[in-house]
């Protein structure tokens, strides 16, 4: 079985690495290619990598390439994990928004609108030139906004499946609070991606008891201090948002923190010159304990049981991923991309039944669908006026002054990445 990872480079890849390692049972990988652009950065990941297979006694070839279609020739699955613009881009999204008193984030509002137009044009490319030489390819996407692009990918007619790291977190601490194994919980999730609710907590599958009340009333505490989300409202809600729902929840609060304390872009620049120095050093075998605060938990053994589900190994039976709706939210069309509980298989994702979702949230999730329709044309086609009205039909923007500023900021600081500006 071959693998191959476009950015492979990036150094959230030792935490995939420690995963397929500790899983090879689940994916049994024999080659897996690391392909990156950047040269230094991927032979210190590739370096890293071969030795925490080595130790890990993984058997399976690592491969490192700046050559995208021979890295990807024969892959069973290629995974996209790249930031176009790297962090220096996602800088500049968490941060000329908020001159127009907006949230700056990298995956929602202004921010996401720009990440969106300089990665769908590339993942296109990438996606067309895998198509060429392995047309059977699963590609599984991790690059954000995931719901986004991995609708680009579908309505290209690629084997896409869209993959967030969002629930699988919740599953994790959610059976920690229980003290159950993380299999054994089943979550009612429902929405787009990064704009998700938890509305039901089930233990042994879909037909299982909902434990939600008994853990919003156990751990009501614990799980909104992990949000920053105030408790009452939270219970209120009666449903566990996902931590992005506080850009929409608490906007003007946002902001205000945002415009107090460097970037998380900022953040997370620092963090990985650290992490890089640590990858270079010889007598590291193991990811290191720094790379759990550069984000992503679990994304390796999400990763593991998605691949392995839709090469026909023993992945779960359900996952959430990100794939056509396909009539599972009714007030949405069949080609808006969902975040859902899925029966995942060789034949890709099927969304399992959801029940009728409360107005208080379907509004909101058709409001984001809109905006994603027209962040998606803005992405293919281009134009000043397709970035203005995208950022009109975002609830985060809103009022036509602010998309005005907000459109001659994005196209300022992303003309480099713009074909068409």
């Known amino acids: 079985m071959?693998?191959?990872?476009?950015?492979?480079?990036?150094?959230?890849?030792?935490?995939?690495?420690?995963?397929?390692?500790?899983?090879?049972?689940?994916?049994?990988?024999?080659?897996?290619?690391?392909?990156?652009?950047?040269?230094?950065?991927?032979?210190?990941?590739?370096?890293?990598?071969?030795?925490?297979?080595?130790?890990?006694?993984?058997?399976?070839?690592?491969?490192?390439?700046?050559?995208?279609?021979?890295?990807?020739?024969?892959a069973d699955a290629v995974l996209l994990q790249l930031r176009v613009g790297g962090q220096a881009a996602r800088n500049q999204d968490e941060t000329w928004p908020l001159e127009c008193g907006c949230v700056g984030?990298?995956?929602?509002?202004?921010?996401?609108?720009?990440?969106?137009?300089?990665?769908?044009?590339?993942?296109?490319?990438?996606?067309?030139r895998v198509r060429r030489t392995n047309p059977e390819a699963w590609i599984i996407d991790f690059t954000n906004p995931v719901g986004i692009v991995t609708r680009a990918l579908l309505q290209a007619g690629h084997k896409a499946v869209g993959l967030c790291n969002v629930a699988i977190g919740f599953q994790r601490k959610f059976a920690r609070l229980l003290d159950v194994d993380p299999s054994a919980i089943h979550l009612d999730h429902v929405g787009l991606n990064h704009l998700t609710w938890e509305t039901g907590v089930r233990l042994g599958g879909p037909d299982g008891e909902d434990v939600l009340p008994r853990l919003l009333a156990e751990h009501g505490d614990a799980i909104a201090a992990d949000l920053h989300l105030p408790r009452p409202v939270m219970d209120r809600l009666g449903v566990v948002p996902s931590y992005y729902l506080r850009y929409f929840y608490a906007h003007d609060e946002v902001v205000r923190e945002l415009g107090t304390?460097?970037?998380?872009?900022?953040?997370?620049?620092a963090m990985e010159k650290e992490l890089l120095e640590m990858y270079g050093d010889p007598?590291?075998?193991?990811?290191?304990?720094?790379?759990?605060?550069r984000g992503g938990a679990f994304y390796s053994e999400a990763a593991v049981d998605l691949a392995a589900s839709l090469l026909g190994g023993g992945g779960s039976p359900y996952q959430v991923v990100n794939t056509y709706n396909n009539g599972t939210l009714p007030f949405l069309p069949d080609d808006a991309v969902v975040e859902t509980q899925a029966a995942v298989g060789a034949d890709g994702a099927v969304p399992l039944p959801v029940a009728p979702v409360d107005p208080l949230y379907a509004g909101l999730i058709?409001?984001?669908?809109?905006?994603?329709?027209?962040?998606?044309?803005?992405?293919?086609?281009?134009?000043?006026?397709?970035?203005?009205?995208?950022?009109?039909?975002?609830?985060?923007?809103?009022?036509?002054?602010?998309?005005?500023?907000?459109?001659?900021?994005?196209i300022a600081h992303n003309r480099e990445h713009l074909a068409w500006a």
């Open 283 to 293: 007598a590291l075998d193991e990811k290191p304990a720094l790379l759990g605060k």
């Open 366 to 410: 058709a409001n984001v669908t809109a905006y994603e329709d027209l962040a998606l044309e803005a992405a293919l086609r281009g134009g000043r006026d397709r970035v203005f009205k995208a950022l009109l039909a975002h609830p985060l923007v809103g009022q036509y002054a602010y998309a005005d500023g907000l459109t001659d900021r994005l």
């Open 105 to 128: 984030q990298e995956t929602t509002g202004a921010g996401g609108l720009a990440k969106a137009l300089r990665t769908v044009p590339v993942v296109l490319d990438i996606a067309e």
């Open 2 to 74: 071959k693998l191959a990872v476009v950015g492979g480079g990036s150094t959230y890849t030792p935490e995939l690495i420690d995963g397929f390692a500790r899983l090879r049972d689940t994916l049994p990988i024999t080659e897996l290619v690391l392909v990156d652009p950047a040269a230094e950065r991927l032979e210190l990941v590739g370096g890293l990598a071969r030795r925490i297979f080595a130790k890990q006694g993984h058997e399976g070839k690592i491969v490192t390439t700046s050559d995208l279609d021979a890295g990807v020739e024969g």
């Open 261 to 269: 304390k460097p970037s998380r872009a900022a953040e997370v620049a």
